[in-house]
């Protein structure tokens, strides 16, 4: 995809661009967080969940009981993985639009860093390293419910 700015955007001083594009990195690393927020309140309920219909089965119970528990055992773990990988997607989509906004930027002002602001987002250290909960925690919840589902 090839970035590039509107004819109607050269008239805007290096300042206020730098203002537009750093408004909307923050906007999309606040949804970034949302949505971190998101995937740990419904996994957190899932885990309870999956936990209480764990702790409840027993040979106790009427079979219809027992078959929707057995089905449940199944259910949750299955509908946490696809919780996680649409969070993931939407994650993902978010770090792309993170990266246009900053490619922009350097094409509108024809280098990564203009003299007197600070980098847009940071440096690229702590840019990778601030990217680390949202990549790796859907991928750890995944691996964690794969296990479940395997044993």
């Known amino acids: 995809m090839t970035l590039q700015t509107p004819v109607s955007e050269m008239s805007l001083s ?13 906007h999309e690393d606040n949804l970034l967080g949302q ?8 996994q957190s309920f899932l885990f309870t969940a999956y936990a209480i219909t764990v702790s409840n089965s027993g ?37 792309i639009a993170i990266a246009d906004l900053r490619r922009l930027y350097r094409s509108y002002t024809g280098h990564s860093a203009t003299i007197g602001l600070p980098p847009v987002q940071g440096y690229r250290r702590t840019q990778l390293l601030g990217q680390a909960a949202p990549l790796f925690v859907p991928i750890v ?11």
């Open 35 to 42: 949505r971190l927020s998101w995937l740990v309140g419904a």
């Open 141 to 151: 919840f995944v691996v964690g419910w794969s296990i479940v589902l395997i044993r």
């Open 59 to 95: 040979p106790n119970h009427a079979s219809w009981v027992t078959d929707r528990m057995h089905l449940l055992l199944t259910l949750i773990p299955v509908t946490a993985v696809t919780t996680c990988l649409l969070i993931y997607i939407t994650v993902i989509a978010g770090l």
């Open 14 to 26: 290096t300042e206020r661009y730098y203002s537009i594009i750093r408004g909307q990195i923050e």
